[in-house]
């Protein structure tokens, strides 16, 4: 499994990204855990 921490995901390039690095990721055998941090610094620690 591997972790995606956004800032805010509210467009479609974050939408896009996402869509993106899953298909990398499933291609390479892992699982995408993906969340947003809402630009709160302590979550993306």
């Known amino acids: 499994m ?3 921490i956004l800032p805010i ?3 479609n390039f974050h ?3 996402i ?3 899953e298909k ?3 291609d390479a055998g ?9 630009e709160e ?3 993306e620690e």
């Open 15 to 17: 939408l896009s990204l």
């Open 19 to 21: 869509a993106g690095v």
């Open 24 to 26: 990398v990721v499933n």
């Open 30 to 38: 892992y699982t995408l855990l993906f969340s947003q941090s809402l």
């Open 9 to 11: 995901i509210n467009s």
């Open 41 to 43: 610094a302590y979550k």
């Open 2 to 4: 591997i972790g995606l």
